[in-house]
C-alpha cells in the first residue's frame, strides 16, 4: 500500500500522520491519559518515517521525526530577553505568607482576589517562543535579562510541542521548568558509574548539566521532562487568571504542573502546602517547595515588583529535615574507575527515619566551596528524600581546633599517584594495580561476557590479591594450582578446576579480550566492532585516531580513551605479557574476511529465541561481518523475530522490511 501512494495522498497523509502523532503526545504528556498502546505509537511514527523517506521534500522540519537535530553545536548563543525572566521571593515560615497576603490586601483595597498554589519544581527555568504556534526558540534563564539559545536540545524533550494545538496566537513565549524525573535521574547515574563518569549529585543538576550539553543527540538520550506555569511576551492571547492561562497552556498542548490550589484565605493557602508537602515523596519529580500566585492576572501591574521579584507571587520552600552531628574525619574511597570520593564519617544521627553515619562529600570543590572542616558541627538534610548530604557547618559552634582537609597525593589504597585531567573534577588514582580498582578489574576480566573464567568469583579473587598473588590480569595465568589451595572458600577439587578455566581462557576470540582489557568506553559490541576492523592486538594498541574515527559506531571520546590506554607504558607491558602467556590476539578469520557473509547487513532482534540468548546472536551476526542494531530503521536489512516479539514487529511490518525467524537465521549463520 506504501509504495502505490502517489504524491499527493502522501502529503495528505503525512499531514495526517503528524497530527494524529502530536494528538497522542498531548494525550499522553499533557493530559496523562494515553489513548493507544506504545507499540501503535510506534507503528503511527514508523508510517510517517517511512513516508518522509520516500517524499523527503514533504517532511516538515517541525516533523516529529525531526526531534532530534544534526551537527553538535559550537557555543550557544546568548538572546536577550523581551520581557525580563525574574525569580520569586521565598520564604519558609508561615508568619511571611500571612505579611505578604497583609501586603498584597493593603496594595488592592477591596478588590476579590484569590491565589493558586502549585508546587515549586527543582530544576532550570526555561522560556519557549511560538510563532503562529511553532516553536521558534527555546532558551535559559541565564541571569534573567539574556539567556542561552537551547533551541535544539529542548526539541529533544518529547513532552514539549513543537507546534500548539488548535487556534495558536501570534506570539505565546510560555516559561516554565525543566526537571530530570528521580527515576531517570538514578537510571542515567547508574549507566554513568558503569561507564566510568562521574554520577551527577541530584536531578536538578543532571537536568541542568544536561541541557549544556552542545550535541542535541546526547541530550535526547537524557531523561527530561517539562512543565509551564508562566508567561512572557504574548500577542493574540490574553488570559484573565492564572488558572485560565494554565488551563490554555493544557489546551495548546504545552504540559503544566500536575496539581494546583485555589484559595481564597490564607487558611486554605496553610491547608493547600500541606497538601503538596504530603505528596511530596509520591511525585516523579523533585520539589523544593510550592509557590503561591495571586490568581488574578489584572493586579499584576498594580502589585509590581522588587529588583528580582513580583510582588503577587512568593515561594514557600519546605523546610528539610535537618540534623546537626559531628564530622569525626573524612575518609577517601577509590570507585572502580580509580576516581576519589571523600566521604563525610559522622557522629550517628538520626534523620527522617533512619540513622546515618556516613554521607558523601562528592568532591574535593564541594568541600571547600562549602568549608567543611574536620572536626566540625555539620548540619545533614536528605536530598531528593534520599540521600543524606551535608549542606553546610555550624560556624558559630567552632573551637579552631578544626582541621581543613586535603585530598591525599598518593592513593589511599595503594600509595601510587593521584592526577586530576584537565577540566576534571575527579582526582583519580591511575594505578590500575591499586588493589580497590584490581579487584573490580579482576572480576570483570574473569566475567562470563569477558574472559569467561569459571569458578573465578569475587571471594577468590580478593584472597588473590590481597595475598599479593596477583597484580595485574597476566599474573593470573602463572598461577600454580599448589598457590590457591590454600585459599578459604575453595572447594578441594577446585583448585584445579579454576586452574583450568584460566587456561582455557586463553583461546577466547580477541573480542574478549578487548572487552576484558576494561578500557573506558569500550563495551562488549564496541569490542566486537573492534576485533572485525584489525588483525590482533597489535594493530589495534597502534591505531591512530583518524584510523579509529572512520569505525562506525565509534566516537572521539571512545577513540581518544583508546588511544590513551594503549599509549601507557604499564597496558603495554600487559598485553606483552598476556600474549606471552600465549593469550589468543589474533581476529577469528571469518569476522576479518571481506567477504565476510553477512558484510553490510543490518539486523535487528525481537523476542525469545529458542537456541541461543540475544548476545549470542548478536556475537554470531557480527563474528560474520554483519552488524546489530536495537531498533527498526529503513536500512535494517532484517527483523529476527523470536517469541513474544515486542513493538519492532510492527514497526518492521510498517516499513516493509524483511521479518525472519529464527530458523532462517540459523540458515544465513551457516551461509
Ligand atoms: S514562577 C516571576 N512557578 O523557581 C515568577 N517558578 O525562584 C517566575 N520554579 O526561576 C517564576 N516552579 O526556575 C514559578 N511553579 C513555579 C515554579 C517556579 C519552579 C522556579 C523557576 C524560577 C525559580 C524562582
Not at 505565546?172 to 527515576?183: I, S, Y
Not at 541541557?211 to 527530561?224: A, F, G, S
Request: hydrophobic share 40%; aromatic share 6%; charged share 30%.
Amino acid at each position: 500500500r506504501l509504495a502505490s501512494m502517489n504524491r499527493g495522498e502522501a502529503a495528505k497523509r503525512i499531514a495526517r500522520l503528524c497530527e494524529e502523532i502530536e494528538r497522542h503526545n498531548r494525550l499522553y504528556y499533557v493530559l496523562n491519559a494515553p489513548a493507544i498502546s506504545d507499540r501503535e505509537y510506534d507503528r503511527l511514527y514508523a508510517e510517517l518515517d517511512n513516508l518522509e523517506k520516500q517524499f523527503p521534500d514533504l517532511a516538515a522540519p517541525d516533523s516529529p521525526t525531526r526531534r532530534v537535530g544534526g551537527e553538535p553545536l559550537k557555543e550557544f548563543r546568548s538572546v536577550r530577553h523581551r520581557v525580563p525572566m525574574m525569580s520569586l521571593a521565598n520564604t519558609y515560615s508561615r508568619g511571611e505568607i500571612s505579611d505578604f497576603h497583609a501586603r498584597i490586601l493593603k496594595l488592592a483595597p477591596g478588590r476579590q482576589m484569590s491565589y493558586i498554589v502549585e508546587p515549586k519544581i527543582d530544576g532550570l527555568a526555561i522560556a519557549l517562543r511560538y510563532e503562529s504556534g511553532r516553536l521558534a526558540l527555546g532558551c535559559t534563564r541565564g541571569d534573567g535579562t539574556t539567556g542561552d539559545d537551547i533551541t535544539a536540545n529542548l526539541r529533544t524533550i518529547r513532552s514539549i510541542p513543537l507546534r500548539l494545538a488548535g487556534a495558536a496566537p501570534a506570539v505565546l513565549e510560555a516559561r516554565g521548568e525543566v526537571f530530570m524525573p528521580r527515576k531517570g535521574f538514578l537510571a542515567l547515574n547508574r549507566e554513568r558509574e558503569k561507564n566510568g563518569l562521574e554520577p551527577f549529585a541530584n536531578p536538578r543538576n543532571a537536568a541542568s548539566g544536561s541541557l549544556k550539553l552542545l550535541d542535541p543527540r546526547e541530550v535526547n538520550r537524557r531523561p527530561l521532562g517539562a512543565v509551564f506555569y508562566g508567561a512572557g511576551e504574548t500577542s493574540g492571547i490574553e488570559f484573565k487568571t492564572h488558572g485560565e492561562m494554565l488551563d490554555r497552556f493544557r489546551a495548546l498542548g504545552l504540559p503544566t504542573p500536575p496539581r494546583r490550589w485555589k484559595c481564597r484565605s490564607l487558611e486554605d493557602l496553610f491547608r493547600a502546602l500541606e497538601e503538596l508537602k504530603e505528596m511530596r515523596p509520591a511525585l516523579p519529580f523533585d520539589i523544593d517547595g510550592g509557590v503561591i500566585k495571586v490568581d488574578e492576572r489584572d493586579l499584576y501591574d498594580l502589585l509590581g515588583a522588587t529588583a528580582k521579584s513580583p510582588r503577587w507571587a512568593i515561594a514557600f520552600k519546605y523546610e528539610p529535615e535537618r540534623a546537626e552531628t559531628i564530622l569525626k574525619s573524612i575518609s577517601v574511597q577509590v570507585g572502580r574507575t580509580g576516581v576519589l570520593t571523600p566521604v563525610a564519617e559522622l557522629e550517628p544521627v538520626f534523620l527522617s527515619g533512619s540513622t546515618i553515619n556516613r554521607a558523601t562529600l562528592h568532591n574535593a570543590e564541594e568541600i571547600q566551596r562549602k568549608d567543611i572542616r574536620v572536626g566540625d558541627r555539620v548540619y545533614l538534610e536528605k536530598a531528593g528524600e534520599v540521600i543524606p548530604e551535608i549542606t553546610g557547618v555550624n560556624v558559630s559552634a567552632r573551637t579552631g581546633k578544626e582541621r581543613v582537609f586535603a585530598m591525599p597525593e598518593k592513593c589511599p589504597v595503594c600509595g601510587g599517584d593521584i592526577t586530576r585531567a584537565e577540566g576534571e573534577i575527579a582526582f583519580r588514582c591511575e594505578n590500575l594495580q591499586c588493589p580497590a580498582q584490581l579487584k573490580r578489574w579482576l572480576r570483570h576480566f574473569a566475567a562470563r561476557g569477558a574472559m569467561d573464567i569459571e569458578g573465578l568469583g569475587e571471594a577468590i579473587i580478593d584472597q588473590l590479591v590481597d595475598m599479593k598473588l596477583v597484580a595485574d590480569p597476566a599474573d593470573l595465568y602463572t598461577l600454580t594450582a599448589a598457590q590457591i589451595a590454600g585459599l578459604e572458600r575453595l572447594a578441594e577439587k577446585s583448585a584445579a578446576n579454576i586452574i583450568g578455566a584460566i587456561a582455557a581462557s586463553k583461546k577466547r576470540d580477541l573480542w574478549r579480550l578487548i572487552f576484558a582489557l576494561g578500557i573506558r568506553q569500550v563495551g562488549n559490541k564496541m569490542a566486537q566492532t573492534l576485533e572485525m576492523h584489525f588483525d590482533d592486538m597489535d594493530a589495534l594498541a597502534s591505531a591512530g585516531n583518524e584510523r579509529l574515527e572512520k569505525i562506525h559506531d565509534l566516537g572521539p571520546v571512545a577513540a581518544a580513551s583508546i588511544i590513551d590506554f594503549f599509549k601507557a607504558e604499564r597496558n603495554r607491558r600487559l598485553i606483552d605479557r598476556l600474549k606471552k602467556a600465549g593469550l589468543n590476539c589474533k581476529s577469528t578469520p571469518a569476522l576479518r574476511s571481506a567477504a565476510a557473509s553477512l558484510a553490510g547487513k543490518i539486523y535487528v532482534l525481537t523476542g525469545t529465541l529458542a537456541g541461543f540468548s540475544r548476545e549470542e546472536a548478536e556475537e554470531q551476526i557480527r563474528r560474520r561481518g554483519g552488524r546489530t542494531s536495537g531498533s527498526v530503521s529503513a536500512k535494517t536489512t532484517a527483523l529476527i523475530a523470536g517469541a513474544d516479539p515486542g513493538s519492532k514487529l510492527d514497526r518492521a511490518r510498517a516499513l516493509g522490511v524483511p521479518v525472519i525467524g529464527e530458523e532462517e537465521l540459523i540458515k544465513i549463520l551457516g551461509e
